[in-house]
T-cell receptor, first 114, second 116 residues
Framework: RKEVEQDPGPFNVPEGATVAFNCTYS??????FFWYRQDCRKEPKLLMS???SGNEDGRFTAQLNRASQYISLLIRDSKLSDSATYLC???????????????FGKGTHLIIQP | NAGVTQTPKFQVLKTGQSMTLQCAQD?????MSWYRQDPGMGLRLIHY???????DQGEVPNGYNVSRSTTEDFPLRLLSAAPSQTSVYFC???????????????FGPGTRLLVL
């Protein structure tokens, strides 16, 4: 059974603070991992891919822990514009490549407060 | 490039009516899919396609039909609308495995559907 779990929040964080949230996945055959960002009443957009060695993009750092089956997203020096819902996406290791291999988490709602 | 476009943006239907949600992409992506997003449920896959002429069912296909006659277009048909189909519908495309960034899903802006 495919399952991706996220804390729905909301996470209320003061501007300038550091915030982190995790996403756990249950299928050990999961192959690729991503964080998407979804603004209110908008479509999801790719924020960053998550690599085994971890990766950083400006104020954002993503990490993967295969042993414990979770990925994390860290946001440093948070801005008001970071307020959004962050979706965890996991793909299964299979050859088809179709969307049926993707599992979306329900998202974590982040609110940056001035 | 316009990316992924969807029409209409909003639609109100009466129970039993049928309609087609349009989706088009100009990125020459082979893979396309339809999702619905409901509060507390996240994104759920309705149907998907891995190329022109090929479609398959996702997690919640009942009440919906799709076809893929061209690479660019992937319409979603509601056969007989029901209040349970009130949702936000997103179309997405990707270039597919074996291509650079092939797993990245590009979403359209969504169609908000209300069924009375």
């Amino acid at each position: 059974r495919k399952e991706v779990e996220q804390d729905p929040g909301p996470f209320n964080v003061p501007e300038g603070a550091t915030v982190a949230f995790n996403c756990t996945y249950s299928n050990s055959a999961s192959q690729s991992f991503f964080w998407y960002r979804q603004d209110c009443r908008k479509e999801p957009k790719l924020l960053m891919s998550v690599y085994s060695s971890g990766n950083e993009d400006g104020r954002f750092t993503a990490q993967l822990n295969r042993a414990s089956q979770y990925i994390s997203l860290l946001i440093r020096d948070s801005k008001l514009s970071d307020s959004a819902t962050y979706l965890c996406v996991v793909t299964l290791r299979y050859s088809g490549g179709g969307a049926d291999g993707l599992t979306f988490g329900k998202g974590t709602h982040l609110i940056i407060q001035p | 490039n316009a990316g992924v476009t969807q029409t209409p943006k909003f639609q109100v239907l009466k129970t039993g009516q049928s309609m087609t949600l349009q989706c088009a992409q100009d990125m020459n992506h082979e893979y396309m899919s339809w999702y619905r997003q409901d509060p507390g449920m996240g994104l759920r896959l309705i149907h998907y396609s891995v190329g022109a002429g090929i479609t398959d069912q996702g997690e919640v296909p009942n009440g919906y039909n799709v076809s893929r006659s061209t690479t660019e277009d992937f319409p979603l048909r509601l056969l007989s609308a029901a209040p349970s189909q009130t949702s936000v519908y997103f179309c997405a495309s990707s270039s597919g495995p074996g291509t650079s960034g092939g797993e990245t899903q590009y979403f359209g802006p969504g169609t908000r559907l209300l069924v009375l």
